[in-house]
């Protein structure tokens, strides 16, 4: 029975045992019904990966916080490199913006900055890997546009690794403070504007200066704080190394998760990188069902991490 019958045959009964219409029924109509609110223009910051842009129109939602997590070596650092290096770039050059960053990012945010921290790992080291992972363009403009932030010294205080590894000449001139608290002041003080990259959330997890509960903390607060910032914070987490409830506790505290995997061809011994969108708030129920994709990645010296196709997601 259709609704419109059951509509009727329901006024029926209601008339037959003496209930009267009330009479604002009686003119309600879809005309009656208030005018549809002009939707909000949300503003987007490019990822810098010019498929995957194209298909959350214009890149993620300006001041979200995204979960990089996937297998050692499955593009998740090429990821950041891309997206800082081409920001980069057309901040040096706005008339290439639509060839660093497609034809679908014009109307886009573009931070004028980034901001990388790192707890064990060093400026030089990163900006090696970029310079032997990418061309001179690239590596220039990452490195001339990005702020770095080390907090190896402190990371490494109490354990074997001496202080003259990591540069660090004067142990009574470290702060008294917790990391996690210099880690909140200077992104207080500089991560507006930015793409913001935690490098990474692994090495804060697994060390015996921060409980994870303090962790899933800052990062709830960071979630709040980063609206304000007009940028992307992107957090960086190796699969595998926590706990599963660990893992979801950290991707239930972000806006999104970003996921990068290697597969294996079921008629090859190939193997391929692939990233994905796991969760997205706002980003995924507004993607058609034919985009919602699966993309297998390689790495290249000129243009960065590219999406080779697209697979979709059944």
Excluded at 140 to 146: C, E, S, V
Excluded at 201 to 219: C, K, M
Aim: charged share 25%; with cysteine.
């Amino acid at each position: 029975m259709s609704l419109q019958k059951c509509f009727m045959r329901s006024a029926r009964i209601d008339r037959g045992i003496g209930m009267a219409l009330p009479r604002e029924s009686i003119y309600l109509s879809v005309d009656a019904l208030p005018e549809p609110l002009e939707p909000t223009r949300v503003r987007k910051v490019p990822t810098g990966i010019a498929d995957l842009d194209s298909i959350v129109n214009g890149g993620f939602p300006s001041g979200s916080t995204i979960l990089l997590w996937g297998d050692i070596g499955a593009g998740m650092q090429e990821y950041i490199y891309t997206a800082g290096s081409k920001v980069a770039l057309v901040n040096e050059r706005p008339e290439s913006r639509r060839y660093y960053l497609g034809d679908h990012c014009d109307d886009s945010d573009l931070p004028s900055q980034v901001c990388y921290v790192t707890f064990s790992r060093s400026k030089e080291i990163i900006l090696q890997e970029l310079a032997t992972s990418f061309n001179g363009d690239y590596y220039r403009a990452f490195r001339d546009r990005t702020v770095f932030k080390d907090f190896s010294s402190m990371y490494f205080r109490h354990s074997v690794v001496p202080a003259s590894w990591t540069r660090e000449d004067d142990l009574f001139d470290l702060p008294s403070s917790t990391l996690l608290e210099e880690l909140v002041t200077f992104l207080d003080e500089n991560a507006r504007d930015s793409i913001v990259v935690i490098d990474s959330l692994t090495d804060l997890a697994i060390s015996d200066l921060v409980e994870v509960r303090d962790l899933v903390t800052t990062i709830k607060g960071m979630q709040r704080a980063a609206k304000q910032w007009n940028g992307l914070v992107y957090l960086m987490l190796t699969r595998g190394i926590l706990e599963h409830r660990h893992e979801q506790l950290l991707m239930d505290s972000t806006d999104g998760c970003l996921v990068f995997e290697w597969r294996t061809s079921s008629r090859s011994s190939t193997r391929q990188r692939y990233m994905y969108l796991e969760k997205f708030t706002g980003v995924l129920p507004h993607l058609p069902r034919d985009k919602i994709a699966r993309f297998p990645t390689m790495v290249s010296a000129n243009h960065g991490l590219v999406v080779v196709y697209m697979e979709r997601i059944s």
